[in-house]
């Protein structure tokens, strides 16, 4: 996809500095998420002075990301990802009381 806009995907950096195939870079970028979202959960449940506004705000922007990019660039293609989400949020909801 992005290759086919002439643009570089991070994948296609990794697999060619670390001279690795396509498969094993997304299992590496696979492994990352999972721990940060580990991190980002655990980091969630535990006490902090700072503000919760903060750490809310860490955790919504991943679970955008999580959303976006988790089948293919929702952001730049959202007509292969995110516009149907958008359509299920926004204008087809699901009725909470009938």
């Not at 293919?72 to 149907?84: A, C, F, I, V």
């Amino acid at each position: 996809a992005a290759e086919e806009r002439g643009q570089i995907s991070g994948r296609d950096v990794y697999m060619k500095e670390h001279g690795v195939s396509r498969e094993e870079a997304i299992q590496v970028y696979e492994e990352r998420i999972e721990n940060a979202w580990k991190l980002m959960n655990e980091g969630w449940m535990r006490p902090t002075p700072v503000a919760r506004r903060l750490p809310s705000l860490a955790y919504n922007f991943g679970c955008q990301g999580d959303v976006l990019y988790k089948e293919d660039d929702g952001l730049s293609r959202p007509e292969k990802t995110s516009k149907h989400l958008v359509t299920k949020l926004f204008i087809d909801p699901i009725p909470l009381e009938e």
